[in-house]
């Protein structure tokens, strides 16, 4: 059996247990978390999941086969600092924006297996797509359990650790762009008088609508297209939206996310 210890016991650490508990057949004998200050949210993990919890993880280290690091990029450098003093065969994994495989290999010793994965916070309900990369180092017996992990939390695509770069807005940070359209359209809503509950049913179930029909029948421009008839009231509503840029917000949305991320990968 494999264990696993999370060093990081934030949102991202908890999404990704979440998932891994909720599997029926768990492959990770014992999951151990590890903070460095919030010792009442350590308490509440370990009674909500029944995982170990710790406040010195390097310690941890040598007992478990799998360390994942789930604390903010900048905290990256030193914490590999210190894993390289003790770590020994484990398979290392980070979901940090920014970090990615060879930035890990450079800091530790030769040969270690390590993977990038860029998840969002779906992760929590199962929901997440994440993409991923691995390292020079990765082999059969690793990819077992970092598919393990991807499908607890949902969907994943492997990429090179360029795209992976270039997709971390994309895939890890668009949920909240997406949450930011959402809490538009129901400001809106309730501005026209309905209640907040109501707008949130409302915004919700269309937004749940929407993704289905793109899941199912592809196309967005068609599908914009079948809602949008020329002339008509959408029409109106999205020349607003391209007056305005919307597109090419989104993309300097993208571009600047992208940016800041890779300022870790120094
Ligand atoms: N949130 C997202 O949607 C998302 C999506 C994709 C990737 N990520 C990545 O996930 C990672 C964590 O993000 P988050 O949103 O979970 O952040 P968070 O909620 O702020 O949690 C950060 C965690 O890291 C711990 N930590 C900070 N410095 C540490 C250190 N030196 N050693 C060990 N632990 C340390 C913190 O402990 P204390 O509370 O005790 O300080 C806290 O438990 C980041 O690298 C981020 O790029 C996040």
Redesign the pocket.
């Known amino acids: 059996m494999t264990s696993l210890l999370v060093?990081?016991?934030?949102?991202?650490?908890?999404a990704i247990i979440s998932g891994l508990v909720a599997e029926e057949k768990n492959i990770f004998s014992s999951i151990t978390v590890?903070?460095?200050?919030?010792k009442d949210?350590l308490s509440r993990l370990k009674r909500t999941y029944g995982v170990h919890v710790t406040q010195d993880?390097i310690s941890e280290v040598a007992s478990h086969d799998v360390i994942l690091l789930?604390?903010?990029?900048d905290?990256h450098n030193?914490?590999l600092e210190q894993l390289k003093e003790v770590i020994d065969h484990q398979l290392i994994l980070?979901?940090?924006?920014?970090?990615d495989p060879a930035y890990i290999e450079a800091r530790l010793n030769t040969r270690t297996p390590v993977a990038w994965i860029?998840?969002?916070?779906a992760a929590s309900i199962g929901e997440s797509m994440s993409t991923f990369t691995c390292g020079e180092y990765v082999e059969n017996h690793h990819r077992t359990i970092i598919n393990y992990i991807l499908s607890s939390i949902g969907e994943s695509e492997e990429l090179s650790a360029e795209k992976v770069h270039d997709l971390t807005a994309v895939t890890?940070?668009a949920?909240?762009f997406l949450y930011a359209f959402a809490l538009g359209l129901e400001e809106a809503a309730v501005n026209y008088g309905v209640s907040r509950k109501q707008a949130r049913k409302l915004v919700t179930h269309m937004l749940k609508g929407s993704v289905s029909m793109l899941e199912h029948n592809g196309e967005p421009q068609q599908l914009m297209d079948q809602v949008a008839s020329p002339g008509g009231s959408t029409a109106k509503g999205l020349e607003v939206l391209n007056e305005q840029g919307f597109m090419s917000m989104l993309k300097d949305a993208v571009k600047a996310t992208n940016n800041h991320?890779r300022t870790h990968n120094q």
């Not at 060093?7 to 908890?14: H, K, L, Q, T, V």
């Not at 590890?34 to 919030?38: E, G, L, M, R, W």
């Not at 860029?118 to 916070?121: A, D, L």
């Open positions: 060093i990081g016991a934030g949102r991202m650490a908890e590890s903070n460095v200050s919030n949210r993880a789930a604390a903010p990029p905290a030193y914490l980070t979901v940090a924006a920014g970090i860029m998840p969002n916070t890890g940070s949920p909240a991320a």
